[in-house]
């Protein structure tokens, strides 16, 4: 499947932004749609993720209760609403989509594709 991510952008410390991730082709093949961020000198993250047929949600710790996650299945997207954001959220956002089992859907090797990433920055 192809992922095509979109919606960084600057913001200031405390605002909001949307990002998008659109699947297409074989969008069949994977289960859970998933966000990884990547910030300058840091190994990539796991952010959240969301299960395909039950709309289960997971979240790192780090963004619960700020970031969201969601889908629109008639667009094969996926959405993640980041609010109260910090400068430590800044990083480039990468969606992935895979077939992750419970002990892989906060992992890298869960997914299988992934999209280019988005940069976010959030300014102090």
């Known amino acids: 499947v192809q992922l095509q991510a979109s919606g960084g952008g600057l913001v200031q410390a405390g605002g909001s932004l949307r990002l998008s991730c659109a699947a297409s082709?074989?969008?069949?093949?994977?289960?859970?749609m998933g966000w990884f961020r990547q910030a300058p000198g840091k190994e990539r993250e796991f952010v959240s993720a969301?299960?395909?047929?039950?709309?289960?949600?997971y979240y790192a710790d780090s963004v619960k209760g700020r970031f969201a996650i969601s889908r629109d299945n008639t667009k094969n997207t996926v959405y993640l609403q980041m609010n109260s954001l910090k400068p430590e959220d800044t990083a480039v956002y990468y969606c992935?989509?895979?077939?992750?089992?419970?002990?892989?859907?906060?992992?890298?090797?869960?997914?299988?594709?992934w999209g280019q990433g988005t940069l976010v920055t959030v300014s102090s």
């Open positions: 082709g074989s969008s069949s093949s994977i289960n859970a």
């Open positions: 992935a989509g895979g077939r992750p089992i419970v002990s892989t859907i906060r992992r890298e090797v869960g997914y299988s594709d």
């Open positions: 969301l299960r395909w047929t039950l709309g289960t949600t």
